[in-house]
């Protein structure tokens, strides 16, 4: 069966013939042995083999020979000539290992040494600072990171103890035995912070990483310490803290203050809700009272106005000046106190909801007529003149009230202008309204009070106008009546040069047929 051998390259048989001493051993072996081998094979064949078969046949020493020298010979040869290569492929084989194994493990050394180059590298460039020191602390090696965060250069420190780094407080308290007792019972001390001082005195707040050192014996060499500097980090996170707790105490504080607040808030609106039931309370009282007395006081000035009136009117009695000019005076000034009780008289009537109005269809203009009628009678100082023949839709109103408003507007018109400036009145359809107005040219209103004056005993605080006889009730029954007939009041005024009260009332036909016959002012505002 023949074997798969590889054909002997036979340069490198030879190279690897040359080179191997224990193969050039064994071809010396084998070239002494060899031949005596043959020889010695010979001479048995020869000297017996030989002699035995000459004396038998020519024929069958002829075919030993042959069988000997031709066939077995070259087949000794041939084995001894294999077995010889095969121990050369072997040899070389085991040579190749050999070489490849060095190789590799050359290999492994450089990668081994490249990483320790680059360790080193990595190790002296570190921001961290990274120390060595021995068993007893001493200080071997000193890297650029420990250089910047120390100030401290590797000359001024390496073969020094490392509590140059300490606090003295920290020494005293024994952290050199602490660290040391922890690298004892576990080996290394992972992510301890704590403070190391710098150079200039200057506290560092480290990340301490410490491992012990082995060598490659397992002896305990020393100690590598990996510091990183974490005092701005520290800082922050201590501010943070700081802010945090400023935040939550002023929270605390704001919460407490906003509790006391709405607990405070609370009983104002409870004092407040009391005293506004005691001011309603008190309110009725008041409008129950000077109702009463209002009417109690309207019978008398009725009666003392209609016996001033009785003696104005005749001639023989008070005939002196002096007597009937007196008695104008006190006919003027009950005429006044009539109007003032009467004005109150409304607005209590107002407020507790009892004024009725009684709307019907009139004519505006018609009305505006007869009320200049009624001032002009009563020989008004100031001409008061209106449109006439305009063609006017009737309004839908209380029409007494309406008399009432017009009365007002032209006595304050005529109160506050100056004698004989002209009044003068217009009513014109707008829309679903008619737009009345009253104009002076009297001394105006100023514009911050312009929205106020429609208000209860509200009067304009100037001069000019508090020496007018008043009291601040006028407006507001006008602005009440005129509301609560579905229209509006407002006024238009330049101080100094006059006024124009305007106010609007529904025409007849929009309200008519669904309005009630009857309705009151009702409410207090
Ligand atoms: P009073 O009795 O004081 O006139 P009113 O309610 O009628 O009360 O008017 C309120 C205030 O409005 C008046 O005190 C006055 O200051 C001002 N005022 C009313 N009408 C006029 C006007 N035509 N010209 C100037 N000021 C006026």
Redesign the pocket.
């Known amino acids: 069966m023949a074997r798969d051998v590889a054909p002997p390259r036979t340069d490198a048989l030879m190279r690897s013939f040359f080179a191997s001493p224990d193969l050039r051993a064994l071809m010396t072996r084998v070239s002494r042995v060899f031949p005596l081998v043959v020889f010695g094979a010979v001479a048995l064949y020869e000297m017996f083999a030989f002699a035995f078969l000459r004396h038998i046949s020519d024929t069958l020493n002829l075919i030993l020979d042959l069988v000997v020298f031709g066939i077995l010979g070259p087949i000794v040869i041939w084995f001894t000539l294999r077995w010889i290569t095969a121990q050369v492929e072997e040899y070389d084989r085991a040579r190749a290992e050999k070489a490849a194994a060095e190789a590799e493990r050359q290999r492994a050394i450089e990668a081994a040494r490249e990483q320790e180059r680059l360790l080193a590298a990595v190790s002296a460039n570190s921001a961290d600072a990274i120390i060595t020191l021995d068993n007893a602390g001493i200080i071997k090696a000193w890297n650029r990171g420990a250089e910047m965060i120390f100030d401290y250069k590797p000359e001024q420190v390496v073969g020094k103890h490392f509590e140059i780094l300490l606090l003295p407080e920290q020494i005293a308290r024994g952290e050199i035995e602490w660290l040391n007792q922890q690298i004892r019972e576990r080996g290394f001390v992972r992510n301890y912070q704590t403070t190391r001082v710098a150079k200039d005195g200057r506290r560092v707040i480290v990340d301490l990483t410490r491992t012990a050192l082995q060598n490659e014996h397992g002896e305990f060499v020393g100690y590598s310490a990996i510091m990183r500097d974490i005092t701005k980090r520290v800082e922050t996170e201590r501010e943070l803290q700081k802010l945090n707790l400023d935040l939550e105490t002023m929270v605390a504080e704001r919460t407490y203050q906003l509790a006391s607040a709405t607990e405070e808030l609370r009983r104002r609106n409870r004092e407040l809700e009391e005293a506004n039931v005691k001011l309603t309370e008190l309110d009725h009282l008041k409008s129950d009272f000077v109702s009463m007395v209002s009417h109690e006081l309207r019978a008398p000035l009725t009666n003392i106005n209609g016996s001033l009136e009785l003696l104005l009117e005749n001639d023989g009695a008070f005939r002196d000046k002096s007597s009937r000019e007196m008695l104008q005076i006190v006919r003027e000034q009950s005429a006044r106190l009539t109007r003032l009780v009467q004005g109150i008289l409304n607005v209590s009537r107002i407020e507790a909801g009892q004024l009725v109005l009684q709307p019907q269809a009139f004519d505006a203009l018609a009305l505006i007529e007869r009320v200049i009628n009624a001032w002009e009678a009563r020989g008004a100082m100031n001409p008061l003149d209106h449109p006439r023949a305009v063609n006017l839709p009737s309004v839908w109103a209380d029409r007494d009230r309406t008399e009432e408003i017009l009365f007002?507007l032209i006595d304050?018109?005529i109160?506050?202008s100056p004698d004989g400036a002209p009044i003068h009145l217009d009513a014109r359809a707008s829309g679903e309204f008619v737009i009345v107005s009253v104009s002076?040219r009297?001394?105006?209103?100023p514009e911050e009070q312009v929205a106020k004056?429609f208000e209860k005993f509200?009067?304009?605080d100037r001069r000019d106008?508090m020496e007018?006889y008043?009291?601040?009730?006028?407006?507001?029954i006008c602005r009440r009546l005129i509301e609560a007939q579905g229209g509006q009041i407002w006024v238009e005024?330049v101080l100094g040069e006059g006024?124009t009260?305007r106010f609007t009332l529904p025409l007849a036909g929009r309200v008519e047929a669904e309005a009630p016959a009857r309705s009151t002012v009702g409410g207090r505002r």
Not at 442 to 445: A, H, L
Not at 470 to 476: A, E, Q, V, Y
Request: glycine share 20%; aromatic share 12%; hydrophobic share 35%.
């Open positions: 007002n304050n018109a109160k506050y002076d009297g001394i105006g209103i004056i509200h009067r304009v106008s007018k008043g009291h601040g009730l006028g407006l507001f005024s006024s009260f």
